[in-house]
């Protein structure tokens, strides 16, 4: 799996209990942290210049997370999708920072804390200086989205999935034949048609990959069925 730029160290492993992976960007630092039982991967992205920060995922272990954040400025928290283990420590995230909470529309009730933004696809959502859209990828829940971040300068392409794209296939669809066809036809359309193959994927569990990885496996996960 390619780097995105030359002189980056990230590789996006990393365990419960165990410290952050940090990737420095231009103008904008990605910091990456797994927590609970479900090793669920919380996102936290610090604009340079202004300190300014946005969470993905409040998932879990706010006292791990609140350490993430540490000075920075946390502006925003974007929940990827509704699901429980992805949402366990918002409450608390919110009231020690002042955050504000975004969600799709369509997931916003499943979250334990009243939405201040709901967004749909082709919303942006800033930190600082720094500007990612928002992609609809519906299946997983109804309201699944991904963030699409294209750094300045030589920093590539970054896209925050939640537990719509992993390495080896979409999201789980409980067997959903309409589910399943909705997200894979919105992941292939919606990001690996209009991103390159450079575009790295940080997911909501588990490693890191490139969409560039993942292209040549499509036509399996469609005939597969998940």
């Known amino acids: ?7 980056d160290t990230y590789t996006g492993d990393v365990a419960v209990g165990g410290p952050p992976d940090v990737r420095e960007l231009p103008g904008l630092t990605i910091s990456k942290v797994a927590v609970s039982d479900m090793a669920n991967n919380a996102y936290l992205l610090r604009d340079t210049a202004t300190g300014q920060a946005l969470l993905v995922d409040a998932a879990a272990e706010p006292e791990t997370l609140r ?12 929940t990827t999708h509704g699901h429980w283990d992805h949402h ?11 955050a504000q909470a975004v969600a799709h529309a369509a997931d916003a009730d ?7 933004r ?8 800033t930190v600082g200086a720094h500007t990612l859209e928002v992609v609809h ?18 920093g590539g392409v970054h896209v925050f999935t939640g537990d719509s794209l992993f390495p080896g296939g979409v999201g789980n669809t409980q067997q959903d034949p309409e589910r399943f066809a909705s997200l894979i ?10 991103l390159p ?6 997911p909501g569990h588990g490693k890191d990959t490139t969409l560039g990885t993942e292209r040549p496996h499509l036509a399996e996960w469609r005939s597969r069925g998940w």
């Open 88 to 98: 366990r420590a918002l409450p608390d995230v919110l009231r020690a920072t002042g």
């Open 118 to 125: 709901t967004v749909e696809h082709g919303d942006t959502v």
């Open 1 to 7: 799996m390619s780097q995105t730029y030359t002189g």
């Open 137 to 154: 990828l519906r299946g997983h829940t109804p309201g699944s989205i991904a963030l699409v971040y294209r750094a300045q300068g030589d």
């Open 197 to 202: 193959d450079e575009a790295w994927v940080y």
């Open 110 to 116: 499943d979250l334990p804390v009243d939405v201040d």
């Open 67 to 78: 350490g993430l954040i540490g000075d920075a400025d946390l502006r925003t928290v974007v």
């Open 185 to 194: 036809d919105d992941v292939e359309q919606r990001l690996f048609d209009v």
